[in-house]
C-alpha cells in the first residue's frame, strides 16, 4: 500500500501551518512551526513571490491531502464522487473526508493523530456496528457505531474538542457518528482549508 513515509514535519512546514500529524508533539515547544517557521530547503528563508490563483488552488489541495492522509488518486477519487453529489460540492468533499472512519477515530480523541488511528484500524482495532473494519477509508454513515476491540491498549486523548457531529462515550472508548457534518460544523474544530478552492483546483 503506497503511503507517504518522508518527515511529517517538513510537510507542514512547507504548508506554514500546523498540520496536527504527530500528535502531541504538534502542540509542544518541539514542533517544528514553532521552532522554525519558514518553508524547507536551502530556499525556504528567500524572499517570497505573491502566489497565483492557480498556486492557491494547488496548495489548498496539498494541505487537504497532507492532512487527511490521502494520496492523490484517492484525493481526485473523493471529489469526483462530491461532484456527482447533490448540494453544494465543498461541503460534500469534507463530509467524505470526515466521514472515513480513520477520521472519526481521530477526531474522537481514541488515537494521538490520523497516523496512529490508521495504524490501530488496520490492526483491528475497532469495529463498526460489531464488525471489524480494518480499511481506514471506510466510510460510515449516520449513527454507525466504532467501539474499541482492545480498550486496554487504547488511551483516550485529553484536552481535545469532540466535534458536535460525534458522540463519544471515553469510558467506553466509543463514538456514534451522529450525521454527516457541515461546513460550519467542521470549521468549528479546523478552520485550516477552504474546499472552494480545492473544487476550483479539480474543475480547471
Known sequence: MARYTGPKC?????EGIKLFLKG????????????????P????????????????????KQKAKRIYGV??????NLVKEALRKK????????Q????????VVYRSGLAASRA????????????????????PSYELKPLDEVTSVNPDKISVREVIKVPSWLEVSSTDKKVKFLTSPSISQVGEVSSELNPQLIVEYYSR
Open 96 to 103: 467524505l473526508l470526515e466521514g472515513r472512519l480513520d477520521s
Open 71 to 76: 494520496l492523490e488518486k484517492q484525493f481526485a
Open 10 to 14: 517538513r510537510l507542514c512546514r512547507r
Open 41 to 60: 530547503g536551502q530556499h525556504g528563508a528567500g524572499r517570497k513571490r505573491r502566489p497565483t490563483g492557480y498556486a492557491l488552488q494547488l496548495r489548498e
Open 24 to 39: 502531541a508533539r504538534c502542540e509542544s515547544e518541539k514542533c517544528a512551526i514553532t521552532r522554525r517557521m519558514q518553508a
Open 116 to 135: 496512529q488511528a490508521r495504524q490501530f484500524i488496520r490492526f483491528g482495532y475497532y469495529a463498526v456496528n460489531g464488525k471489524v473494519v480494518t480499511f
Open 87 to 94: 448540494g453544494v460540492t465543498g461541503e460534500a468533499l469534507m
